[in-house]
């Protein structure tokens, strides 16, 4: 059953907005060399294929737009517009940061990855959102907690 809702970390955010914008052009982007292009971009719009919404939360927002702008121009501006661009059509979630350094593991993963956990923790929307990460002490973190989580990673090997 999939789910409505995927919550995105940073990284395959990152990988998303760079895909959506002729990923083939930003190949040689710093924030890029832990990918495959564009394998990873296949994979992970087959992983998003048929999901009704892309949660994100400011955080996540914040941090894939510093690494994006990581870029001289014209791309900085492209990757800027086309992040502009995704937005209008995914609801952003706001976590107080001190909800997200309650967190169990906020010491070790940050602010930004304990509101993701603290965003799919939400026990009213808890059978209706995913959280797709290719960070492994995010991907650990939630399934300990019993979240849904699965790891890009996994798909790569396929």
Same mark, same amino acid.
């Given at each position: 059953?999939?789910?409505e809702a #995927? /919550? +995105?970390?940073? !990284?395959? $955010?990152?990988?998303?907005?760079?895909? &959506?914008?002729?990923a083939d052009r930003f190949a040689n982007h710093k924030n890029l060399k832990n990918f495959h292009l564009p394998s990873d971009f296949e994979i992970l719009q087959s992983l998003l294929?048929?999901?009704?919404? #892309? /949660? +994100?939360?400011? !955080?996540? $927002?914040?941090?894939?737009?510093?690494? &994006?702008?990581?870029?001289?121009?014209?791309?900085?501006?492209?990757?800027?517009?086309m992040l502009g661009h995704f937005l209008?059509?995914?609801?952003?979630?706001?976590?107080?940061?001190?909800?997200?350094?309650?967190? +169990?593991?906020?010491?070790? $993963?940050g602010l930004t990855d304990a509101a993701l956990l603290h965003l799919l923790a939400d026990q009213?929307?808890?059978?209706?959102r995913l959280l797709l990460t290719?960070?492994?002490?995010?991907?650990?973190?939630?399934?300990?907690l019993e979240l849904k989580a699965i790891n890009f990673n996994e798909f790569r090997d396929m």
């Open positions: 059953m999939k789910p #995927i /919550i +995105l970390d940073t !990284n395959l $955010l990152i990988l998303l907005i760079v895909g &959506l914008s002729r294929h048929g999901i009704s919404q #892309i /949660i +994100l939360t400011p !955080n996540t $927002l914040t941090e894939t737009s510093n690494l &994006l702008r990581q870029i001289a121009n014209p791309a900085r501006n492209e990757l800027s517009r209008q059509n995914c609801p952003e979630v706001y976590i107080r940061s001190v909800d997200a350094a309650g967190q +169990l593991n906020f010491e070790k $993963l009213t929307q808890q059978d209706q290719m960070d492994l002490d995010l991907y650990l973190a939630a399934t300990a």
